[in-house]
């Protein structure tokens, strides 16, 4: 295997690059180049996100693509960068992190953000070593797609490369880059980092920037007597709040809920340890290393809570008044249950609003856990069934019959004078028939370490139109097998 060398080559994609996250200062992060990889190949890469960028597929697709996005050839106007944050892992400080291997390259005319993780040593790469893994990188790459056809707010992830350079975890794998992208990587740990270290004037200048880059209408607001940073947390709250509903919706734990892994714009961020459920369990822990079961998925939107008052405290001394600071977070405990009882509503086909929804959506849920039901194959034969009339094939998830059957019972009395025909299309567009199960993207990263990218592709047309049918590929909404409850996932990426 051969290196490029020190001096690395330049390559134009005809991209155009802002640097708004760079005109902060150096106070905010550390200049660096990539460290190269050698023999880099391409794994996947999305068309859909290289739209987005401007990115042509004649670019996408070249060796100078190639060579940029594993960190090995610096793209004319870029500024790569490693930007200091800090944070609570676990519920408790740990002071400065960093990006300890993801590099940003800037910011394009667009307005996205593109960063490339697994791209080598930083200064805040701790003991690390700064790489991903083929492993993860796979899952990161995917989960961001399937998130996006989901619906849900996320970073997107333009390409992933693979390197045979060897790299040590459990035990020795390969390196691997994901190219991000994201309108911003900010996180409620980059606020953290500056007030713990009473840099209050950093503080102000990160807010300011945040605030008129993307929230210029907490400027405008009256709200709050006219105080942009306690709007500015409040508008955060209520994105994070949503983000919340939306994950609970689709069954979807995020692994490492710290507060550096939480963004300032309510996208999902940091696929490291994450699962969709297989059987409905509410208090399933999705990452092996969390062995309090913090980040369990019925924690979720407490966590989130939670987290939202360390940005609270981030915030206050430029909100300058903790009563202030707390109304401001207080709509969370509305807005996260309107949003979810609101998306719920849609997987029934609930048309209208109806006093008993509530108790409706507990109901099933209470006996999806009870029966240990898988969800997302539950819901989707439920919106067959309303189509059809047919029920029997959701009657033959439950164990508890006449359970279901008096849930049935209500659901039909609040349906009856619905238009069948309209609450069915509704449910098809709101519960997918594809989502990342932990086998599948197993599957696909077996395959991947003996050099066969196929499943990957795969997996990735049908994650990008979850709620489509795809005739021939039955196999990948089925059960999961045995094996699969015996996945670990843990936080070594």
Not at 433 to 461: C, M, P, W
């Amino acid at each position: 295997m051969t290196l490029p060398s020190d001096n690395m080559m330049t390559a134009d994609l005809g991209l155009a690059w802002n640097h708004g996250f760079a005109a902060l200062g150096p106070g905010f992060y550390t200049e660096l180049r990539p460290t190269p990889l050698p023999s880099p190949r391409w794994v996947s890469t999305s068309t859909q996100v290289a739209q987005l960028l401007g990115l042509s597929d004649a670019n996408l697709h070249s060796d100078a693509a190639l060579q940029a996005f594993t960190g090995n050839a610096l793209l004319p106007g870029s500024r790569a960068l490693a930007s200091v944050y800090s944070g609570h892992q676990f519920g408790v400080w740990a002071g400065q992190l960093g990006d300890g291997r993801a590099i940003l390259l800037g910011e394009t005319a667009g307005g996205l953000e593109v960063q490339l993780k697994g791209a080598g040593l930083t200064p805040y790469s701790r003991m690390g070593d700064g790489r991903a893994v083929l492993r993860s990188s796979i899952r990161e790459f995917l989960c961001s797609e399937a998130m996006h056809g989901l619906g849900i707010p996320t970073s997107r992830a333009l390409c992933i490369t693979a390197s045979p350079a060897p790299v040590r975890r459990e035990e020795t794998e390969t390196a691997a880059v994901v190219t991000r992208v994201a309108p911003s990587f900010v996180r409620f740990g980059h606020f953290e980092h500056f007030a713990a270290n009473g840099h209050d004037a950093q503080l102000r200048q990160l807010a300011d920037y945040v605030i008129d880059r993307y929230y210029p209408e907490c400027r405008a607001s009256q709200s709050f007597g006219g105080n942009a940073y306690a709007a500015l947390l409040h508008t955060v709250s209520e994105r994070t709040a949503t983000l919340m509903a939306a994950w609970q919706s689709v069954g979807f734990c995020h692994g490492v809920m710290n507060t550096d892994n939480m963004s300032i714009l309510g996208l999902t961020i940091d696929y490291g340890p994450f699962q969709f459920l297989d059987a409905f369990v509410p208090g399933h822990v999705c990452n092996h290393s969390d062995s309090q079961g913090r980040y369990a998925f019925n924690r979720q939107p407490n966590v989130a809570y939670w987290n939202m008052f360390c940005l609270a405290q981030a915030l206050l001394p430029l909100i300058g008044d903790q009563e202030l600071a707390k109304e401001a977070l207080e709509s969370f405990k509305t807005v996260f249950p309107e949003a979810f009882v609101a998306r719920m509503r849609n997987k029934l086909g609930l048309l209208q609003s109806h006093d008993g929804d509530s108790e409706l959506i507990d109901g099933i849920l209470l006996l999806l856990a009870r029966n240990g039901v898988d969800y997302t194959i539950f819901w989707r034969r439920l919106s067959h069934a309303v189509q059809t009339g047919h029920f029997e094939p959701v009657r033959d998830l439950f164990a508890d019959r006449a359970g279901l059957d008096a849930w049935m019972l209500s659901y039909s009395e609040q349906t009856e004078q619905s238009n069948k025909a309209l609450a069915a299309d509704l449910m098809l567009k709101s519960n997918p028939k594809y989502v990342l199960r932990n086998h599948l993207g197993e599957q696909a990263i077996r395959a991947a370490k003996l050099g066969d990218f196929s499943e990957v592709h795969t997996l990735q047309r049908l994650l990008e139109r979850p709620f489509d049918e795809h005739p021939g590929h039955e196999a990948y909404a089925d059960f999961p097998p045995d094996w699969a409850s015996s996945i670990e996932i843990s936080c070594s990426s």
